[in-house]
């Protein structure tokens, strides 16, 4: 039995059957006494004289900044389900079928308008002005849309608009509206806006809330 370290990944088993570990892959037996009890990401090889020699601390911190330049960067080869902390904006994404690392925290918008509407523009919050929109600070994909009333036409219709193109058209059932599953992309910059179809029915109250999740390339 031996304990051996790896002389390219620097893999540490302690105890082995020799005969399995050839020496030109291998250190068998090295000194390790000058890296006892330290982290083996500072470890270094001393190949001719067969033992584990511990980092200087400029090699240590060298060390430390590849690390997280590694950590920094979105994986390359991403499956589903992983997630990427973006240090960069502080944000914890996930990759999804759709092949899109999308925030796992989601966010939602809420259109809305006090009392009776047939046609014109949602509020965002409660800004006096009607015909305002949501400034989207970061490329997003919207992922569910729901709607409803207080009273009014049960089958009213409405549109969501990212700057002037109309990106989901969708109508009341029963006063309201839900829709979720969507993967609608929208890109930094872009206002997002609801209108209310234009015609002679009014709805009350009405409210959109739009959910979306912050989307990356890295």
């Known amino acids: 039995m031996a304990a051996v370290v790896n002389k390219t990944t620097l893999e540490f088993l302690p105890a082995v059957n020799t005969p399995d570990y050839p020496s030109s892959l291998w250190l068998i037996n090295p000194d390790m006494s000058a890296v006892a009890n330290e982290p083996q990401k500072y470890w270094k090889l001393d190949i001719p004289n067969n033992a584990v020699l511990l980092q200087t601390l400029a090699e240590q911190a060298a060390t430390d900044a590849a690390l997280a330049a590694a950590a920094a960067a979105i994986p390359s080869t991403p499956n589903f389900g992983d997630t990427w902390f973006n240090q960069s904006d502080g944000v914890q994404y996930q990759y999804n079928t759709s092949g899109k690392w999308k925030a796992v925290t989601k966010s939602i918008i809420i259109f809305s308008r006090a009392g009776d509407i047939a046609d ?69 910059g872009a206002i997002l806006s609801i209108t209310v179809d234009g015609d002679e029915n009014i709805v009350t109250n009405p409210i959109v809330n739009v959910e979306f999740a912050w989307r990356t390339t890295g």
């Open 120 to 188: 014109g523009n949602l509020a965002v919050g409660n800004v006096v002005n009607g015909a305002s929109g949501f400034y989207v600070a970061k490329d997003a994909t919207i992922e569910a849309v729901c709607a409803n009333i207080s009273a009014g036409s049960q089958t009213k219709g409405f549109s969501l608009f990212a700057d002037d193109v109309d990106i989901l058209d969708f109508n009341l059932s029963s006063g309201g509206y839900v829709q979720s599953g969507l993967e609608i992309d929208v890109n930094a």
